[in-house]
């Protein structure tokens, strides 16, 4: 690694640092600094603290759920947008091109719209989710003769089409003083319902789709460059292609069916990583990763802190993202002048 490499590195860590000490202890409990200290000091050594117990139950009981939630939730999609843009070869490309986004959604708002409880409408979302990219797959399997990837994406925006769809028919059908609200908040995305549970089921599946493509990485550079010259240098497109996919749709079911339809971040983050270390994915990775991370919890921190009521993550990531974003392509424009 490069020196310039070390110090990224060292930055972004330093930044998620200073993320996750500030959602510990900002909200309307506010945890002084000193305490948050003593709290983490002791959970690490298992020397006494002599915090107050109000403030330890703020801290891991109530925040601390929360805070590993958004962490796993923004890596997740993060990592899952780094993925699909190398392999697509196209910097707009976001986790839900393929609609997995939309299949969630289906199977959250099928499940609140049949009065299930939380686990089922998680579980509805997350099957739902890998449900779709299938359908978008073996669709786009079928059609021959033209460019696999375009084909694929063409299938993933006709699906997701269909499947918002059948979102709009389930909210028009639902209950309109009980049903459509639920449905509503989590179409908006929010983390306030978060509970340990939800981190400890989420947590490995994104860690199990995190391996893969971190093993593939070699493999997704050369998938850049074209099916005909990575076939050239020995890659086998398809099978490759198909396990980048699989472990990104994993990710961004995962972080969707606990989080709901969280936006920008797989989109505007990768491309942050991007422009900081380059394309190349063994980089490219775990950089979109720490700040996918830190980004989604400065997002949710101030969501649950800007106003009295919480503002949804899936408006304010646009809110965030939209200037973000538009900096982001007025800086890499001056760049190639």
């Given amino acids: 690694m490069t020196a310039r490499g070390a110090g990224i590195a060292a930055g972004a860590l330093v930044a998620l640092g200073a993320v996750i000490f500030a959602a510990f202890a900002i909200g309307r409990y506010p945890v002084a600094p000193a305490d948050l200290v003593a709290l983490l000091w002791s959970k690490v050594t298992g020397a006494p603290h002599g915090v107050p117990a109000t403030v330890e139950t703020v801290v891991f009981g109530v925040r601390g759920p929360r805070v590993l939630a958004a962490l796993v939730v923004g890596a997740a999609l993060a990592a899952a947008g780094a993925a699909y843009q190398s392999l697509f070869r196209n910097p707009l ?114 860690l199990a789709a995190l391996v893969p493509l971190w093993l593939l990485r070699w493999r997704i550079n050369l998938l850049s460059l074209g099916d005909e010259e990575a076939r050239a240098l020995g890659v086998e497109t398809g099978r490759t292609r198909v396990a980048v996919i699989a472990c990104a749709t994993l990710m961004t079911a995962a972080a969707v069916s606990i ?39 400065g997002v949710d921190t101030l969501a649950r802190t800007a106003a009295r009521i919480e503002i949804p993550l899936g408006v304010l990531t646009a809110f965030v993202g939209t200037p973000l974003f538009l900096w982001q392509l007025a800086a890499a424009r001056r760049s190639w002048q």
């Fill in 93 to 206: 490309v976001s986790p839900d091109i393929l609609g997995v986004s939309a299949g969630a959604a289906v199977g959250a708002v099928l499940g609140i719209f049949l009065s299930l409880g939380v686990l089922a409408i998680q579980g509805l979302a997350f099957a739902f989710g890998l449900g779709a990219v299938a359908l978008v797959y073996f669709t786009a399997a079928a059609v021959r003769g033209h460019d696999p990837v375009l084909v694929l994406v063409l299938a993933g925006v006709v699906v997701g089409a269909l499947l918002g769809a059948v979102v709009a028919l389930l909210k028009y059908l639902a209950d309109p003083y009980n049903q459509l609200p639920a449905i509503t908040f989590w179409l908006l995305g929010s983390l306030a319902a978060t509970n340990r549970d939800d981190f400890v089921a989420a947590a490995p599946l994104v």
């Fill in 259 to 297: 989080a709901g339809i969280v936006g920008w971040v797989g989109l505007l983050i990768p491309h942050f990583a991007r422009l900081l270390v380059g394309p190349d994915f063994a980089r490219l990775l775990p950089t979109a990763v720490v700040l996918g991370a830190a980004f989604l919890l």
